[in-house]
């Protein structure tokens, strides 16, 4: 049987230059935080859990510019294309994942809306994106205290003009007090990242555990104690000459 290409497009949404995408000025920080460095943060992590299984992963937006909308969708759709030339059409899976933070009216008065939401095309929730979707909002509400606010769909540009399953996540409001402060906290950046991953993991039939670096733990193991130094180097002389990395360690302790 064929291998299967899994690629993964991820869509950094807006730049960090994009007018008006920003929350509201926050006194104690002393600023306004922008939309991108939450998808930014959020995408570059995502990319890097990705890149750890056999997935082809993709950025649109690799910068900080922001690229126009049509540029990164016929990047996606060429370098899809190109796969299933590649390796034939029924053999190539490819999603694409468009990663952003709504808002509402741009001010932290009421009424505050909050919560996340998924996007998809019209007439699209039957069919495979639909089921993306599904996965994805499944992990995303897991581990957050945040308002579900379902699947939705939208005329959006990054949904209508790919060629395979996309999605658009709205992973909170930036004029909403307390989701805006999340956006520049690294920790929640990480969480929302992590279950973006689980989710596509699910989606692929992957197992989703992360693997850990290895242990920095080091054990020795003690091969001998001597009451006299020259019986103790003679041991060592021993072990070095059968491989091992040995040496002395000296103990003063009472008889």
Not at 20 to 31: C, H, N, T, V
Not at 55 to 72: H, N, W
Not at 172 to 201: K, T
Request: net charge neutral.
């Amino acid at each position: 049987m064929k291998h299967e290409v899994k690629l993964v497009f991820i869509d950094d949404g807006h730049g960090m230059n994009t007018p008006g995408k920003r929350s509201p000025y926050i006194s104690e920080l002393k600023r306004r935080i922008k939309e991108n460095e939450f998808n930014s943060g959020v995408a570059k992590r995502l990319r890097d859990k990705l890149s750890r299984h056999d997935i082809q992963v993709y950025m649109t937006a690799p910068g900080d510019e922001d690229v126009p909308l049509r540029k990164r969708t016929d990047f996606a759709n060429e370098v899809y294309r190109e796969f299933q030339k590649k390796h034939g059409k029924d053999r190539v899976r490819a999603i694409f994942v468009s990663i952003h933070y709504n808002a509402f009216d741009g001010t932290f008065k009421e009424p505050n809306p909050s919560g996340i939401s998924i996007y998809v095309y019209p007439g699209h929730l039957t069919r495979e994106a639909g089921r993306l979707a599904e996965v994805l909002g499944k992990h995303l509400r897991k581990h957050t205290r945040q308002q579900w606010r379902g699947i939705k769909e939208d005329n959006f540009h990054v949904l209508r003009e790919t060629l395979m399953p996309a999605v658009l996540t709205e992973n909170g409001f930036m004029d909403h007090p307390e989701e805006a402060r999340s956006m520049a906290d690294e920790q929640f950046q990480e969480e929302v990242a992590s279950e973006l991953y689980s989710g596509i993991c699910e989606y692929f039939g992957l197992s989703c555990e992360e693997k850990s670096a290895k242990s920095k733990v080091l054990y020795r193991v003690i091969t001998g104690s001597y009451r006299d130094l020259e019986n103790a180097e003679r041991r060592v002389e021993d072990l070095k000459k059968a491989g091992f990395d040995s040496f002395i360690d000296v103990y003063e302790g009472k008889e």
